[in-house]
């Protein structure tokens, strides 16, 4: 264990992130750079770089594991969890709406789970977080969702069945998160089942930063396990989010129910879809840029983390929940293939980009972060470059600066 603990540190003063490994064994520590191209192997510390931070590496398992040690590293009573996540990497829309167990007061990493069995990397970053037990569920150590997966002994797991598809398995969820809220969400984020899953995978942020349930609409009408559950809160706001498909019958169903609210440009709409609703990397940055009051990361200037995802790996998107709810809460943002920087994206982070001006030097300034989640094969060494430069505090002309705060 003594071998290991000097591997984590070593691989932190590299500045690199934690990958898939716990304390089991010792970490095989990479070069800070790769060669463009190259793959970080399995458990290895990932490219970083002044202004990104890569995590994870192969698979969603691996990736899931290094943002959960990421978050929580399990070196001090401060830095354990409550309880963590276990959701089948079967189940998409389990592993979705078990993001909403990443926010407050929970805060619960999620870990994959693969055909009913704990892949290693998912048990030895289990063993390395060694959660705490959450007071609120009887001291429960691991929540398992759609998955009946053995855990190490001595772990105490509760059990959220998902086998009444979609909506049951979310609602089931909604159920278990109020029980440790200890209150009504007054905010509920709703999907369409028929949405491609890369429209859906902001959500998965969106859940953990506010706290709000994911659930389930069809195209035409309310499946009733999701009917239940909003009938039970009591006219909360509904948002929904990348549901294109979604019809005027839906709607009015929702509607019975509370506000129901469509995002879309970064915009609350109550009516037809929002132009480039259907596109998945301008739904995320619509996501991104949306508020309404207090609820939505509103994100329209510098100063923020940010979670950058391939969004034909979707499972990364809860994985990366952790980073919406903790650090410097970052929402997640998509990118539609490896090897490019889309321009909804590239314009989105040009206008949030930090800058400073003679008045106001760049230590004064407040900065932009990115975290990558997974390998090259993700998101290339390139792209990684492209977006450390754009997130880069670069000077301003006098007359584009803002007004300098009063003393």
Same mark, same amino acid.
């Given at each position: 264990?003594?071998?290991?603990?000097?591997?984590?540190?070593?691989?932190?003063?590299?500045?690199?992130?934690?990958?898939?490994?716990?304390?089991?064994?010792?970490?095989?520590?990479?070069?800070?750079?790769?060669?463009?191209?190259?793959?970080?192997?399995?458990?290895?510390?990932?490219?970083?770089?002044?202004?990104?931070?890569?995590?994870?590496?192969?698979?969603?398992?691996?990736?899931?594991?290094?943002?959960?040690?990421?978050?929580?590293?399990?070196?001090?009573?401060?830095?354990?969890?409550?309880?963590?996540?276990?959701?089948?990497?079967?189940?998409?829309?389990?592993?979705?709406?078990?993001?909403?167990?990443?926010?407050?007061?929970?805060?619960?990493?999620?870990?994959?789970?693969?055909?009913?069995?704990?892949?290693?990397?998912?048990?030895?970053?289990?063993?390395?977080?060694?959660?705490?037990?959450?007071?609120?569920?009887?001291?429960?150590?691991?929540?398992?969702?759609?998955?009946?997966?053995?855990?190490?002994?001595?772990? /105490?797991?509760? %059990? *959220?069945?998902?086998? +009444?598809? &979609?909506?049951?398995? @979310?609602? =089931?969820?909604?159920? !278990?998160? $109020?029980?440790?809220?200890?209150?009504?969400?007054?905010?509920?984020?709703?999907?369409?089942?028929?949405?491609?899953?890369?429209?859906?995978?902001?959500?998965?942020?969106?859940?953990?930063?506010?706290?709000?349930?994911?659930?389930?609409?069809?195209?035409?009408?309310?499946?009733?396990?999701?009917?239940?559950?909003?009938?039970?809160? /009591?006219?909360? %706001? *509904?948002?929904?989010? +990348?549901? &294109?498909?979604?019809? @005027?019958? =839906?709607?009015?169903? !929702?509607? $019975?129910?509370?506000?129901?609210?469509?995002?879309?440009?970064?915009?609350?709409?109550?009516?037809?879809?929002?132009?480039?609703?259907?596109?998945?990397?301008?739904?995320?940055?619509?996501?991104?840029?949306?508020?309404?009051?207090?609820?939505?990361?509103?994100?329209?200037?510098?100063?923020?983390?940010?979670?950058?995802?391939?969004?034909?790996?979707?499972?990364?998107?809860?994985?990366?929940? &952790?980073?919406?709810?903790?650090?410097?809460?970052?929402? !997640?943002?998509?990118?539609?293939?490896?090897?490019?920087?889309?321009?909804?994206?590239?314009?989105?982070?040009?206008?949030?980009?930090?800058?400073?001006?003679?008045?106001?030097?760049?230590?004064?300034?407040?900065?932009?972060?990115?975290?990558?989640?997974?390998?090259?094969?993700?998101?290339?060494?390139?792209?990684?470059?492209?977006?450390?430069?754009?997130?880069?505090?670069?000077?301003?002309?006098?007359?584009?600066?803002?007004?300098?705060?009063?003393?």
């Amino acid at each position: 264990m003594r071998r290991s603990l000097l591997g984590l540190l070593a691989g932190l003063a590299l500045g690199g992130a934690i990958g898939a490994c716990g304390k089991a064994t010792p970490q095989t520590l990479q070069p800070a750079l790769t060669a463009p191209g190259a793959a970080a192997p399995q458990g290895a510390i990932a490219l970083a770089t002044k202004n990104t931070t890569r995590l994870g590496g192969a698979n969603a398992a691996t990736d899931a594991a290094a943002v959960a040690q990421t978050v929580y590293p399990g070196l001090t009573p401060a830095t354990r969890p409550q309880a963590v996540v276990l959701v089948d990497d079967g189940n998409w829309p389990a592993a979705l709406a078990a993001a909403q167990l990443a926010s407050a007061p929970l805060g619960a990493p999620l870990l994959y789970a693969h055909d009913g069995e704990l892949p290693p990397v998912s048990a030895r970053a289990l063993r390395a977080m060694n959660p705490s037990g959450a007071t609120a569920l009887g001291g429960v150590q691991v929540i398992r969702v759609g998955t009946t997966a053995a855990v190490p002994d001595g772990y /105490r797991a509760s %059990t *959220i069945a998902a086998a +009444g598809g &979609p909506a049951s398995a @979310a609602a =089931a969820v909604e159920r !278990l998160a $109020r029980t440790v809220q200890r209150k009504q969400p007054r905010q509920v984020i709703v999907v369409a089942t028929s949405a491609e899953p890369a429209l859906q995978m902001p959500a998965a942020g969106l859940a953990a930063e506010s706290g709000a349930p994911i659930l389930f609409t069809d195209d035409s009408g309310l499946p009733a396990p999701t009917a239940s559950a909003l009938a039970s809160l /009591r006219r909360p %706001t *509904i948002y929904l989010l +990348g549901a &294109p498909t979604v019809g @005027a019958g =839906a709607l009015a169903a !929702l509607g $019975r129910y509370g506000r129901v609210v469509r995002i879309a440009n970064g915009e609350a709409t109550r009516g037809a879809t929002g132009e480039g609703e259907g596109d998945p990397v301008t739904n995320a940055v619509s996501v991104s840029r949306f508020s309404d009051g207090s609820f939505g990361w509103g994100i329209r200037e510098a100063g923020h983390g940010l979670a950058f995802v391939n969004s034909s790996r979707t499972l990364d998107a809860p994985a990366a929940a &952790p980073l919406s709810s903790h650090g410097d809460y970052a929402p !997640l943002l998509l990118l539609s293939d490896r090897a490019s920087l889309p321009a909804p994206l590239a314009r989105y982070l040009s206008n949030i980009e930090p800058g400073y001006t003679a008045t106001i030097g760049p230590v004064r300034e407040v900065y932009n972060h990115g975290w990558l989640i997974g390998d090259d094969h993700a998101i290339s060494a390139r792209v990684q470059a492209e977006i450390d430069a754009i997130l880069e505090v670069a000077p301003r002309t006098t007359s584009s600066a803002p007004t300098p705060p009063p003393e």
